[in-house]
């Protein structure tokens, strides 16, 4: 849809851009929030994050969304994910209350070196 400028389901040629998606705050009624791709918090010392300790929360990128006007269909995209790896769990969890990570990179390109060639 966003290359073709077509919707895949009805035909119609009359996009909406939204980008980014945005949402209202929870609080306050002239706030808006950028729907962001993933958020984590993380330790400032590193690590894992424990009970007590400092931290720090990451956003990493936006969606933005194309929205037929003729039937609603609609797809979304991510854009500003270089910084993605940042949130993927590279230490193990701690007991305590880190819930880890809902960041995983699944790769199925076959390896570049190995029996495939
Ligand atoms: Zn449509």
Redesign the pocket.
């Known amino acids: 849809m966003r290359r073709s400028g077509k ?1 895949p ?4 040629k009359r996009l909406w851009v939204v980008d980014p998606i945005a949402q209202p705050d929870g609080d306050s009624s002239n706030q808006v929030h950028a729907m962001r791709v993933a958020t984590r918090r993380l330790a400032l010392a590193g690590g894992a994050l424990t009970f007590g300790q400092t931290w720090e929360r990451a956003a990493v990128g936006f969606f933005v969304a194309y929205v ?1 006007e ?4 609609s797809e979304m995209y991510a854009r500003d994910i270089e910084d993605l790896a940042d949130l993927e769990d590279t230490v193990p969890h701690d007991a305590h209350g880190d819930p880890g990570s809902n960041v995983e990179l699944l790769d199925t390109q076959p390896p570049k070196d190995g029996p495939h060639r």
């Open positions: 919707c389901k009805c035909g119609g037929c003729g039937c609603g269909f």
